[in-house]
């Protein structure tokens, strides 16, 4: 695994030696513009976009959940025929089970759930439920709460301190897919850096999206051999 200071590093190492060609002063100039502080920014934002999901180059499709992410949580129903997720929630409810342990029958959309079951307040125990955003909508409406456990993928911590980890990036593609994210970034915001450095990264950064894409379908393939 890879630590948020070694990421830091990395970052500042590439950026330096895209400005060697550029005289002292600038050089100078330009490298203190770019903090550790920014740096760090930049890495979290590429986590929390590559957990909810970043499209794969030459494809329709984002890439899939990290399955280090995935985890199991409760919600407990109340008087509304709703509940909003756990706080940690990212993307993608697998499973609902009622307080029986059983399934819960899930339907892709709020407007399928609606259309099937269109009175809210039809009473009895939750047979069925569909996500909206963060927020669970259930049928029937029980008389008393009802824990429903819910297998999810949940957003990715933030690092902050120089010896975190990223969360959930798999660890031989951290330093393609974050670093390469971050240059990006940076190279936004530095424009004396060289004009061809922007298309040099965003193509780093897609070879590292497709290395993702490719593991994470090989991951989920050895999960269902075992």
């Known amino acids: 695994m890879t630590t948020l200071g070694e990421l830091i590093v990395v970052v500042q190492n590439i950026i330096n030696g895209q400005l060697l060609s550029k005289s002292v002063f600038d050089h100078a100039n330009s490298s203190s513009s770019i903090t550790a502080s920014d740096i760090r920014n930049y890495l979290n934002r590429a986590v929390r976009h590559i957990a909810t999901g970043i499209r794969v180059p030459g494809l329709s499709v984002v890439t899939r959940p990290l399955p280090d992410l995935f ?10 025929s709703f509940v909003s997720l756990p706080d940690n929630y990212g993307r ?72 975190d980890e990223p969360d959930g990036v798999p660890s031989h593609l951290q330093e393609d ?38 593991w994470s379908i090989t991951d989920t393939e050895s999960i269902f051999l075992l």
């Open 92 to 163: 993608e409810v697998q499973f609902v089970a009622n307080s029986d342990h059983v399934e819960i029958e899930r339907y892709d959309t709020f407007g399928e759930l609606s259309r099937i079951y269109p009175n809210i307040n039809d009473a009895g125990s939750v047979n069925a439920v569909a996500i909206k955003g963060s927020v669970l909508h259930y049928r029937k409406l029980p008389d008393t709460p009802e824990t429903l456990t819910i297998h999810y993928y949940r957003q990715p911590v933030d690092m902050s301190e120089h010896t």
């Open 177 to 214: 897919l974050l670093c390469n994210y971050a240059m990006v970034e940076v190279i936004k915001r530095l424009h004396d850096l060289p004009p061809q450095s922007l298309a040099m990264y965003n193509d780093l950064l897609s070879d590292a999206v497709r290395a993702l894409d490719s």
């Open 71 to 80: 985890t199991i949580g409760t919600v407990d129903t109340s008087v509304d």
